[in-house]
């Protein structure tokens, strides 16, 4: 209870003052080379498990995408294949600070720089009425406590309405990835899709040579 009244008062707080510095830049050759790999691993992920489309004028869309440290490997990814697309990235909590004082939305500006038509929206995923071709959620909160651990109010933890409405803004033929990590979400995951009569293809357990994570990951493939 306690920890939900911070989360509330300290969300509130950010989202209304959303103090930050500008202009990030990172700098340091060892977090710029971990970011190098990320954005491989990101687009071996999903090279590995959507099916590829060619298209022209493409939506996609980013769930949760944090400081959008991977937006490159998603970027590439889709130009791969795709003739002009569109990039979004939604993130509820966009003003939260890092302790060097700069926010995930200036930090995002520094990630997305140069990727043509990219854009970080900091808002609510229920906010978001486009509909989009593909629709890439890693790690959605599935159980309360990895929420409340990361600073959210417990009133915005509704994992199936966002599922629901996730899968609302996919457009007839797009394909939504889900990738859970560890065995216990992956397993609620699959709950909340069956409960809501959304078909998938269950991938399980998906690696890349280019990273390897503490826990593992697990994917779902949603074609509508
Ligand atoms: C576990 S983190 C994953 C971040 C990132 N996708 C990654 O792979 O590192 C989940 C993210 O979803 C965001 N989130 C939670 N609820 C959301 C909502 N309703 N709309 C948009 N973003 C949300 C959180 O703030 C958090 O940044």
């Known amino acids: 209870m306690i920890q939900n009244l911070k989360n509330t008062i300290d969300f509130f707080i950010r989202n209304n003052t959303r103090f930050s510095r500008k202009n990030f830049v990172e700098k340091n050759e060892k977090l710029l080379?971990?970011?190098y790999l990320e954005n491989l691993?990101?687009?071996?992920?999903?090279?590995?498990?959507?099916?590829?489309?060619?298209?022209?004028n493409a939506a996609i869309l980013d769930i949760g995408c944090k400081n959008w440290f991977y937006a490159k490997g998603e970027f590439y990814f889709f130009k791969s294949f795709c003739k002009d697309f569109e990039l979004?990235?939604?993130?509820?909590?966009?003003?939260?600070?890092?302790?060097n004082f700069y926010s995930r939305y200036e930090t995002a500006k520094f990630y997305i720089k140069n990727l043509k038509n990219t854009t970080y929206i900091a808002a609510n995923l229920l906010d978001i009425t486009k509909k989009y071709d593909y629709?890439?959620?890693?790690?959605?909160?599935?159980?309360?406590?990895?929420?409340?651990?990361?600073g959210l109010p417990d009133c915005l933890f509704m994992p199936e309405k966002?599922?629901?409405?996730?899968?609302?803004?996919?457009?007839a033929n797009g394909q939504m990835l889900i990738?859970?990590?560890?065995?216990?979400?992956?397993?609620?995951?699959?709950?909340?899709?069956?409960?809501?009569?959304?078909?998938?293809?269950?991938?399980?357990?998906?690696?890349?040579?280019?990273?390897e994570y503490k826990n593992s990951r697990y994917a779902y493939l949603i074609k509508k």
């Open 179 to 211: 990738i859970n990590q560890g065995e216990k979400e992956a397993l609620i995951q699959k709950q909340l899709l069956d409960k809501l009569n959304i078909k998938y293809e269950e991938k399980g357990i998906v690696k890349s040579g280019f990273l």
């Open 33 to 35: 080379h971990r970011n």
């Open 135 to 150: 629709i890439i959620w890693f790690l959605p909160f599935v159980t309360k406590e990895p929420h409340r651990y990361w």
């Open 162 to 171: 966002l599922l629901s409405h996730a899968y609302n803004l996919l457009k």
């Open 88 to 99: 979004d990235g939604v993130e509820i909590d966009a003003h939260r600070l890092y302790s």
């Open 41 to 56: 691993y990101t687009f071996d992920i999903l090279d590995k498990c959507l099916k590829k489309t060619q298209q022209v």
